[in-house]
């Protein structure tokens, strides 16, 4: 069996946290823990690293947990804080002297190839990140010629969002909605990693108490909360009011599985 752990690149929303000019007590804070980079996830398979979003802190992320290779980029979906950082793989490209396996829907592959026209150029600037795309649907897909990646199809308000399963974990973010059919893709998963992005209601996120509901309902052995703003409060707090299997992630938290 491989053996697999994953590492909490970011755990913020699209502005992180601290917000700038914010002056609330979360903001304010100087526990290192409510200091949350924009949302990304490294899953390591024995000596092959996946990273999950490459939002606008990637460069920073990359340095800050001493990730010397990655070998795959999954993308969720193409809002901002999810795929801005992409220009800095290059420096992957440098190291591996290969294209980078990047994964993403027909959807995010449009957007990215807007977002990012240089590197998709016909007549490219040297240097420029080297990119070979593939596509996710709705079946599994195989990494690294036998790791299984099951996507999951989930609702970010009216956008469809991908989330992962490998190995034992699922992974989602930025959702508010999964449908019965997705749900049972999910179930049996030993860690689920779910987005709770404050209490109130939100027109595109979980709150904390549907977060909640959720893992109730679909009963991982362990759940982190992910995407969280500063308005949830701070870490240390909302840490005393969650059940024993479910715990608040943090950047840099890493976890076996």
Do not use: W
Request: charged share 25%; aromatic share 8%.
């Amino acid at each position: 069996m491989p053996n697999y752990s994953a590492t909490f690149l970011g755990t913020g929303t699209s502005q992180g946290v601290p917000v700038i000019a914010c002056e609330c007590n979360v903001c304010q804070s100087s526990n290192k823990k409510d200091k949350r980079l924009r949302t990304s996830f490294l899953i390591s398979v024995d000596d092959k690293n996946i990273v999950i979003d490459t939002g606008p802190d990637f460069r920073q992320q990359m340095l800050a947990n001493e990730v010397k290779m990655v070998d795959a980029v999954l993308f969720t979906h193409e809002h901002k804080d999810h795929v801005a950082g992409l220009d800095d793989i290059r420096s992957y490209n440098f190291k591996s002297n290969r294209d980078m396996d990047v994964y993403a829907s027909l959807r995010v592959q449009e957007a990215l190839r807007r977002e990012f026209s240089y590197i998709f150029a016909d007549y490219k600037y040297p240097g420029v990140p080297q990119v070979k795309l593939h596509e996710i649907g709705d079946e599994a897909f195989i990494l690294f010629e036998s790791e299984k990646v099951t996507p999951i199809n989930v609702m970010h308000y009216k956008l469809p969002v991908k989330g992962f399963r490998i190995g034992g974990l699922t992974y989602i973010t930025d959702a508010n909605f999964i449908s019965d059919e997705e749900k049972e893709k999910i179930k049996g998963s030993k860690v689920l990693v779910l987005n709770a992005l404050r209490r109130e209601h939100h027109i595109s996120h979980f709150t904390l108490s549907e977060a909640l509901e959720l893992i109730e309902e679909l009963k991982p052995e362990k759940a982190y909360l992910t995407h969280i703003s500063h308005l949830l409060g701070l870490h240390s707090e909302v840490q005393k009011e969650l059940p024993e299997n479910v715990d608040l992630a943090f950047d840099g938290l890493k976890i076996e599985f």
